[in-house]
C-alpha cells in the first residue's frame, strides 16, 4: 500500500537507482503519473515530459477499448474486439483523428506545445501511477519505440501480473513495485489516490526541463 502518488514516485526511483540509465529522461502519463515521474525526474537528475496516450472507444459503446491512440499517430487495435463487432480500422479512422486534436490541444495546454518529446538516443523511463489491462501504455511504449530511443524502461508502482507478463517483452527493463491478485483498480494500492487536476500538472511541469 502505496500513501499516495508521491511516496509511490520516491520507492520507484530508489528501484531505478539499480539500472545504468544514460542519457535518461522521464515520460509521464497525465496526470497522475506526472505526480509519481516528477518524484523519479528529481531523484534521478533528470528532465520530465509528457506523452498522452487514449483508448479509442466503440462507436456504439465509447466505454469499450478497441483501440488507443498517441499524439504522433501511433495507432493499436484490438483485432479480436474489431472483428467481433464488425469494425475494421477505416471505420474509426475519423474517431482517431478526432482524438489525436484532443490529445495535441492537452499537450499544448499542460506543456505549451503540442510537439512530441525528442526521444532520439534517450533512455526513455515511461512512468504512470498504476496499469490495469497496459492497452493504452502499449500505445504509448510503440510510440516511444518508433521514434528511435535508445532503451526504454516502463517504471509503474503496480498492475496486475498478467498486464506485467505482457508488458514484460516490449521494453528493456520493466520496475512494477507490486504486482500481485486480486486486482480491481489501481487505486486499490494507494491510502490517497485524489484526482489530479490540470493545473497541477502544469505546475509540476514547469519546474522541469523539457526535451523539446
Keep these: 500500500m502505496f500513501k499516495n502518488r508521491i511516496d509511490a514516485g520516491q520507492r520507484l526511483a530508489e528501484s ?8 535518461g529522461i522521464v ?19 533528470i528532465p520530465l515530459d509528457i506523452i498522452i496516450p487514449k483508448k479509442v472507444g466503440a462507436p456504439q459503446n465509447p466505454e469499450v477499448a478497441v483501440g488507443a491512440v498517441t499524439e504522433d499517430g501511433t495507432v ?19 474517431a ?9 490541444r492537452r499537450m499544448t495546454a499542460y506543456r505549451g ?10 533512455h526513455v523511463i515511461l512512468v ?3 496499469i490495469a489491462t497496459g492497452f493504452t501504455i502499449m500505445a504509448a511504449l510503440r510510440s516511444i519505440k518508433n521514434a528511435g530511443c535508445q532503451a526504454v524502461t516502463l517504471a509503474i508502482p503496480v498492475a496486475p501480473p498478467d498486464t506485467v507478463e ?13 504486482s500481485e491478485e486480486p486486482f480491481y483498480a489501481v487505486g486499490q ?12 500538472v502544469i505546475s509540476i511541469l514547469k519546474g522541469y526541463q523539457y526535451c523539446l
Design 16 to 23: 531505478l537507482k539499480k539500472i545504468n540509465i544514460q542519457e
Design 76 to 94: 493499436i487495435y484490438n483485432q479480436n474486439l474489431l472483428s467481433r463487432l464488425g469494425l475494421s480500422e477505416k471505420d474509426l479512422a475519423p
Design 96 to 104: 482517431v483523428q478526432k482524438i489525436i486534436s484532443e490529445i495535441k
Design 27 to 45: 515520460i509521464a502519463v497525465p496526470r497522475g503519473g506526472v505526480v509519481v515521474g516528477a518524484q523519479v525526474a528529481q531523484a534521478l537528475d
Design 166 to 178: 505482457r508488458l514484460e517483452k516490449e521494453v528493456d527493463h520493466l520496475v512494477c513495485l507490486v
Design 113 to 122: 506545445s503540442s510537439k512530441s518529446p525528442d526521444f532520439s538516443g534517450k
Design 128 to 130: 504512470d501511477d498504476g
Design 189 to 200: 494500492f494507494y491510502r490517497d489516490f485524489s484526482q489530479i487536476s490540470d493545473d497541477e
